[in-house]
């Protein structure tokens, strides 16, 4: 594809499956990440197709195996991976063999004491409950949002954060049981029971994911975070694409 390649140094395959959501076969590859000036350094969880390039699944609408029906990766895209490199160089590594396999309870060790990231592109919510509890309890903090919590077990509450676009989501996935990450065009929309993101420009940079903690689900006692909308898909954020992808949801 005249793609670059960036080389992956190291990562580990942790698990392999069918995808809850199609049955086709996905991966979850660990990588250790040092220079994202917003989530620290770390470990992140990318969720790939085993059997397609991202690129090609994206194309092909293929992608829905580890990210469901989430409406940025619908119509004018407004996912925050926009930068393809990264998970096209990881799908070709993998194929190579370039990531050993490992055990999750192997993983935790490796991890101890560490920031985590679930899902640098993917769904968690994809990969079995048991796996991401055997990868987070020795990790120092952990991040990971699930566009999936409408159809997949509630106990993954106490792990991710429920992504939603709208109060009316928010108000839903919190009478479920899940602290929220909610995505606005404005700080003015935050509401009394969200608290804005410390790692975002408008919460001042204060922190960074991997300083932060408070998006780690039910574990922890807070308040939903909110965040203005960011990334290099900011600009497709608007009230009006949001109704016309969902033909139901208003951001207000």
């Not at 109060?167 to 049981?177: I, L």
């Not at 408008?202 to 408070?214: H, I, N, P, Q």
Request: net charge positive; with cysteine; hydrophobic share 35%.
């Amino acid at each position: 594809m005249g793609i670059k390649v960036r080389t992956y140094l190291t990562g580990y395959e942790v698990w392999r499956g069918p995808s809850p959501i199609d049955g086709q076969p996905i991966v979850a590859i660990l990588v250790k990440t040092r220079k994202n000036p917003k989530t620290g350094p770390g470990w992140t969880l990318y969720i790939l197709r085993r059997d397609i390039d991202p690129i090609r699944a994206i194309a092909e609408g293929k992608d829905k195996s580890i990210c469901g029906s989430c409406i940025h990766r619908l119509g004018d895209r407004t996912c925050y991976v926009q930068f393809w490199k990264a998970p096209h160089g990881m799908y070709q590594k993998f194929k190579r063999g370039g990531y050993p396999r490992r055990t999750s309870a192997w993983i935790a060790l490796l991890i101890i004491d560490a920031y985590v990231r679930l899902g640098g592109y993917g769904d968690p919510g994809a990969l079995p409950l048991p796996l991401l509890k055997e990868i987070v309890p020795l990790s120092r903090t952990w991040t990971g949002y699930t566009h999936l919590w409408k159809m997949i077990s509630r106990y993954y509450r106490e792990l991710l954060m429920a992504s939603v676009e709208s109060a009316k989501e928010k108000t839903r996935a919190n009478a479920m049981g899940y602290r929220t990450f909610r995505v606005g065009n404005h700080v003015d929309e935050m509401l009394p029971d969200e608290c804005l993101c410390p790692a975002s420009e408008a919460g001042g940079f204060k922190a960074t994911c991997s300083t932060c903690g408070l998006c780690a689900g039910t574990s922890i006692t807070a308040r939903n975070v909110f965040i203005p909308v960011h990334g290099s898909a900011s600009g497709k954020f608007t009230k009006e694409i949001f109704a016309e992808k969902t033909g139901r949801i208003s951001l207000v």
